[in-house]
Nanobody
């Protein structure tokens, strides 16, 4: 499974960005059986969870820093998850990573908040919030 994260860039404080995470595989696979998380890592800091979404998209999780400003969503027909980020702040500056975890039916609606759950990682996209 390969993940391609995109959509990062330079934005002024208060602005918005929409990150995308597209999944693909050379082997047969099903995007909708993978839970997805977005993480970020700022210079000199540990990687932290930002948001996560269950396989169906019904359940979501947001870090306290993201609540009310970020929205995670997915379209399983397009093999894509998005992270809409509004009212961005300089503290949001970081490399943002998407990650995926395959799940079985019993855990279809579960969300995974911690990075150690995830098997597949994208390459990261830089988000810089600065005036």
């Amino acid at each position: 499974v390969q993940l391609q994260a995109s959509g990062g860039g330079l934005v002024q404080p208060g602005g918005s960005l929409r990150l995308s995470c597209a999944g693909s595989s050379a082997s047969p696979w099903t995007f909708e059986t993978h839970a997805v998380g977005w993480f970020r890592q700022a210079p000199g800091k540990e990687r932290e969870a930002v948001a996560a979404i269950s396989c169906s998209g019904r359940n979501t999780y947001y870090a306290d820093s993201a609540k009310g400003r970020f929205t995670i969503s997915r379209d399983n027909t397009k093999n894509t998850v998005w992270l809409q980020m509004d009212r961005l702040d300089p503290d949001d500056t970081a490399v943002y990573y998407c990650a995926m975890k395959g799940v079985t039916g019993a855990y279809y609606e579960r969300i995974y908040r911690h990075d150690y759950y995830y098997s597949y990682w994208g390459q990261g996209t830089q988000v810089t919030v600065s005036s």
